[in-house]
Every structure is written in structure tokens, then in C-alpha cells.
């Protein structure tokens, strides 16, 4: 039997302890990437919506000048 290694979910073999890691460095990143709204849909359209205002505006100013 393997070395039992103590970590914060108690004692784990050490294949446990590294898909552990592997989960929490993966929970981090999506929640991160959450907070930073990465997966929010409205936030991209509005953006969007917003560069192609900017840009017809543009347009209409240089067709008058």
C-alpha cells in the first residue's frame, strides 16, 4: 500500500492528493473566470452592440465632413 499523505481533505493516497489539486486549480479558474463575467452573454452583446454604434457613428461623421 501506498504512503497515506496528509492534506486538507485528510490522509489520501497520492493519486488522490493531485486530482484533488487538479479539481481545486480547476474550480478557481472557472469561478475567476465567472466573477469576471466571462460567461456573461448579455455583458458580450452589449458590448458588441456598442462597437457597432461606434462605428456607423463614425461612418455618418465622415460621409459629412
Do not use: C
Not at 481533505?9 to 487538479?22: F, L, S, T
Not at 478557481?28 to 465567472?34: E, I, L, P, T
Not at 466573477?35 to 465622415?62: C, M, P, W
Request: hydrophobic share 30%; net charge positive; glycine share 4%.
Amino acid at each position: 500500500m501506498s504512503a497515506m499523505i496528509h492534506s486538507k481533505y485528510g490522509y489520501e493516497p497520492p493519486e488522490w492528493v493531485q486530482a484533488d489539486a487538479r479539481l481545486d486549480r480547476w474550480y478557481k479558474d472557472k469561478r475567476r473566470a465567472k466573477q469576471h463575467g466571462a460567461f456573461s452573454l448579455d455583458k458580450n452583446k452589449e458590448v458588441q452592440h456598442e462597437q457597432i454604434r461606434n462605428s456607423y457613428a463614425k461612418t455618418q461623421f465622415n460621409r459629412q465632413t
